[in-house]
Nanobody, 121 residues
Framework: QVQLVESGGGTVQAGGSLRLSCEAS??????MGWFRQAPGKDAEFVAV????????DYANFVKGRFTISRDNAKNMMYLQMNDLKPEDTAVYYC????????????????WGQGTQVTVSS
């Protein structure tokens, strides 16, 4: 039962907001983040956060709109998404790596099953 489970996806109009959650179970995860994948496209990096939350990074296309955070006491990670655009429509996956450098090298330990985000015009 080592797993990540996403929730919070749904359908929203352009300009709206959603908050995605990722719950970890079975063990703790050091560096965690979010990828997304639209139909017919490669999965792309969205955001990452270190164990303490002191370090974060974002893809250019979400800077200023999305905020990643975590609450280790609750084994939770979040992605607050504001000012959503139709091009944000995708399945959003949380994932984890043993450390920051491993995440950068895409050496992921675990992936969630994903949650659908649909942004209408």
């Amino acid at each position: 039962q080592v797993q990540l489970v996403e929730s919070g996806g749904g359908t929203v109009q352009a300009g709206g907001s959603l908050r995605l959650s990722c719950e970890a179970s079975g063990r703790t995860f050091n560096t965690m983040g979010w990828f997304r994948q639209a139909p017919g496209k490669d999965a792309e990096f969205v955001a990452v956060i270190s164990w303490t939350g002191a370090s974060t990074d974002y893809a250019n296309f979400v800077k200023g709109r999305f905020t990643i955070s975590r609450d280790n006491a609750k084994n939770m990670m979040y992605l607050q998404m504001n000012d959503l655009k139709p091009e944000d429509t995708a399945v959003y996956y949380c994932n984890a790596a043993a450390g920051w450098s491993m995440y950068q090298r895409r050496e992921f330990d675990t992936w969630g099953q994903g949650t659908q985000v649909t942004v209408s015009s």
